[in-house]
């Protein structure tokens, strides 16, 4: 079965500082990745998403992410923080396709991301 | 095209009462999904229909649970007899074959049972 673990619970940061956020996943095969944020209250918005190809993937709002296959690790990274990113993250992982799997997402427990002034 | 729409968005509800969600997709998905995410926790999959079948049931989804897709467009999730463990937000979402295009969620449908 797929997992995915985020080994962060909470992390602050100072606005312009750098970000990442670590993402560990399990899964016997070549899995879809994705980074999800979320707001208080709110639903979940995709940031990026990694199916093949380039390991480096951009996302919106300035996030970008690596698959690193060896490490079974898709990491976030922002390089200059701004104070409305302040938000949880959820990584989140899905058999590929032709799996005969069903395509459920499973997602990390989260990370919750403070930024100071 | 308005994204996945989620009514209500707050519910408090009496132990014991049923309540039912209502989940509007993006209409060129074909698949769409429910989860439950309560405090501090990623969300959790209950169910998954591809067009109007439903193809997959998480242990999580008790027997006072009950989900529909008539059609093949907006679905229903329904509890009966709620507890206060029911409490959490409920979360749709929709995507397109494999989810190739990604999974789009709705603003969810936050239910507290009191």
């Known amino acids: 079965a797929q997992s995915v673990t985020q080994p962060d619970i909470h992390i602050t940061v100072s606005e312009g500082a750098s970000l990442e956020l670590r993402c560990n996943y399990s899964y016997g095969a070549t899995p879809y990745l994705f980074w999800y944020v979320q707001s208080p209250g709110q639903g979940l918005q995709l940031l990026l998403k990694y199916f093949s190809g380039d390991t480096l993937v951009q996302g919106i709002k300035g996030f970008e992410a690596e698959f690193k296959r060896s490490q079974s690790s898709f990491n976030l990274r922002k390089p200059s923080v701004h104070w409305s990113d302040a938000a949880e993250y959820f990584c989140a992982v899905v058999g590929g396709i032709n799996t005969g799997t069903a395509s459920k997402l499973t997602f990390g427990t989260g990370t919750r991301l403070q930024v100071t002034l | 095209d308005t994204g996945v729409s989620q009514n209500p968005r707050h519910k408090i509800t009496k132990r014991g009462q049923n309540v039912t969600f209502r989940c509007d997709p993006i209409?060129?998905?074909?698949?769409l999904y429910w989860y439950r995410q309560t405090l501090g926790q990623g969300p959790e999959f209950l169910t998954y229909f591809q067009n109007e079948a439903q193809l997959e049931k998480s242990r999580l989804l008790s027997d006072r649970f009950s989900a529909e897709r008539p059609k093949g467009s907006f679905s229903t999730l329904e509890i009966q007899r709620t507890e206060q463990g029911d409490s959490a937000m409920y979360l749709c979402?929709?995507?397109?074959?494999?989810?190739?295009?990604?999974?789009?969620f709705g603003s969810g449908t936050r239910l507290t049972v009191v």
């Open positions: 979402a929709s995507s397109f074959e494999e989810g190739g295009y990604g999974y789009t």
């Open positions: 209409s060129e998905h074909n698949r």
